[in-house]
């Protein structure tokens, strides 16, 4: 079946089985390789893109029920000459170790700070469920934290 797919704020035709998972459409038709294949069971959290600005794990959205949703990845989160605060916090704590699970774990970040702009431990642990296998926790806490002290959490650029 044919779908357009709003992308990044761009609108993107694609013709796809509608069980097809999202995750896949992103990577393969759309050529959108900061989503990430980790776990496919929506465990993990590598695939994390936002729907409509929720943090989903794409992996588990079949393409039949995105419907008008507004997909953002990592791609349409900030741009190398505009970063995403999320991202400049990430690169200045240094925050990833290998890095595999971190796009995952920025759309998830983003999105908590999109409606929290100084979440508490408790709602950090609540929201922020990506797994990091390289252990990066306290860093992904600290930027968060630092973000929320210098006012960032909700802005964009």
Sequence with gaps: MAYDLAVNGQTH??????????LWILREQLGLPGTKFGCGAGLCGACTVHLDGVATRSCQVPLGTVGTQQITTIEGLGTPAARHPVQ???I??????CGYCQSGMIMAVAALLAHTA????????TEI?????CGTYPRVRRAIHALAQAGEATSHG
Excluded: E, M
């Design 13 to 22: 035709h694609v013709d796809a089985d509608p069980a097809t998972p999202l």
């Design 88 to 90: 400049k916090a990430w």
């Design 92 to 97: 200045d704590i240094q925050v990833p170790q």
């Design 118 to 125: 100084a979440p508490t431990d408790d709602q950090i642990n």
């Design 129 to 133: 469920t990506n797994i990091c296998r």
